[in-house]
């Protein structure tokens, strides 16, 4: 029997899933965010856990008022064994103090909450842009195991990991994700060439992660690139792989045209108006049936709600 999460993602015309998190975080006057585990640590500071709280609610409530099942992501990309040390948080319920925020947000919304999914947001080791520091597949399916399987045992909807850069270490999060029984998602970075930043067509990604045995992703995601990016990168690859569209179903997109080495440590925000990063995420979904859509870097409760608007509208 599929869970709703599972009927929602493969039976749902459209989904939405949350905008920037810690981008918005960044900009906030009190400089919340950790350098080892970006917002994770905000999970045990009054301050941070309602500037945490009131942004998720945002993206909820837009899910909610335009009738979208919505995702919402745990505040746990960066927290892995070994940057929850460095940030003095090792031995703390991370992974269920995070499952927990969300969680209420969703008991909030009464029954209209039972379109809202929580999932267990990981990334990977090193630099998201660094596909050179990305981990091989049985050193990643180890380093991997303990956050993944906690982010299971708190209850979660699904897994997903993000702004992967590199085969290697996506093969191993696979393993380590299927491992939990939870349904999970897998999302690259893309190049205007349909490649990960490792090289690797997305294509030949998706056939090799799905040949794992017993590791096969529920889906794929991209994120981390502007709508126009993942446009040109899909079309060339549905080119060689025609069923790609069938397995890539997700877009978290920024709002900027930038390479990931010109964002990589760009200290400005690089952002477009709402209204064109919404009829740029629109012609994604018409030309590419792409039907989970959300924003990444740039993006805030404003481009989100226009995207729902337009999507529904």
């Known amino acids: 029997m599929p869970t709703p999460f599972l009927r929602a993602l493969h039976e749902a015309p459209l989904l939405l899933a949350e905008g920037s998190v810690v981008e918005r975080l960044r900009r906030h006057p009190a400089g919340l965010l950790d350098p080892h585990v970006a917002n994770a640590g905000l999970l ?36 892995n064994a070994e940057r929850l040390a460095r940030a003095g948080l090792a031995g703390r319920d ?23 999914f929580l999932g267990g947001l990981v990334g990977c080791r090193g630099d998201a842009y660094q596909p050179a520091e990305a981990l091989p597949r049985g050193e990643a399916a180890v380093f991997h195991a303990p956050h993944v399987e906690a982010l299971a045992r708190a209850g979660v909807d699904f897994l997903v990991a993000q702004a992967l850069p590199a085969l290697s270490e996506a093969e191993g999060l696979a393993l380590a994700m299927a491992r939990t029984g939870a349904p999970f998602l897998l999302s690259f970075v893309l190049r205007p060439t349909g490649t990960l930043l490792d090289g690797t067509p997305l294509g030949e990604a998706v056939a090799r992660i ?9 889906a794929y995601m991209v994120n981390c690139v502007h709508p126009a990016i993942f446009r040109e990168g899909m079309s060339r690859q549905l080119a060689t792989w025609p069923s790609l569209g069938e397995r890539v179903v997700g877009l978290q997109a920024n709002t900027s045209r930038l390479s990931p080495e010109e964002l ?7 952002s477009e108006p709402s209204d064109a990063f919404a009829r740029e995420m629109a012609r994604v979904h018409a030309e590419l049936g792409t039907r989970l859509l959300g924003g990444c870097c740039g993006t805030d409760e404003r481009h989100i709600a226009t995207l729902a608007g337009v999507l529904t509208g």
């Not at 945490?52 to 099942?69: E, K, T, V």
């Not at 991370?94 to 809202?116: K, S």
């Open 44 to 79: 045990f500071r009054p301050e941070g856990r309602e500037a945490l709280a009131g942004i998720y609610r945002d993206y909820r409530d837009i899910g909610l008022r335009h009738g979208l099942p919505t995702l919402l992501l745990t505040p746990t990309w960066r927290a």
């Open 210 to 218: 799905d040949a794992l045995p017993g590791a096969r992703p529920t």
């Open 94 to 116: 991370v992974f269920g103090e995070a499952v927990g925020l969300l969680a209420g947000l969703r008991d909030e919304a009464g029954d209209r909450g039972a379109g809202v």
């Open 264 to 270: 990589d440590g760009r200290a400005e925000l690089d």
